[in-house]
């Protein structure tokens, strides 16, 4: 009953720029945190960045400086732009979302399905 679905994935050369959406939808009572991860072929899924509900933000080393993550409460997204971009940033990104759908739920982790991100040199 949960959804979260990302766009805005796709190629892009080095040094380009895109931005990553992920809207949650379904019975949502509340959410906490919200993030994005990425996975690249033969690696296993790692941090990219998270925000709390109070927007606090956390960013992995490899892309700090270069990616912005964001959301909007009233519209249950969260955004990424990324910046820069690296060949190394290629990878399916998935997002997170850390959240309350009932009062009769506790707080679970929802992901999305994933959107790929491929970077040319």
């Known amino acids: 009953q949960v959804q979260l679905v990302e766009s805005g994935g796709g190629l892009v050369q080095a040094g380009g720029s895109l931005r990553l959406s992920c809207a949650a939808s379904?019975?949502?009572?509340?959410?906490?945190?919200m993030g994005w991860y990425r996975q690249a072929p033969g690696k296993q899924r790692e941090l990219v960045a998270t925000?709390?509900?109070?927007?606090?933000?956390q960013y992995a080393d490899s892309v700090k400086g270069r990616f912005t993550i964001s959301r909007d409460n009233a519209k249950n997204t969260v955004y990424i732009q990324m910046d820069s971009l690296k060949p190394e940033d290629t990878a399916v990104y998935y997002c997170k979302a850390n959240l309350r759908p009932t009062v009769w739920n506790g707080y679970s982790d929802y992901w999305g399905q994933g959107t790929q991100v491929t970077v040319s040199s």
């Open positions: 379904g019975r949502i009572l509340s959410i906490n945190a």
């Open positions: 925000i709390a509900s109070g927007s606090s933000t």
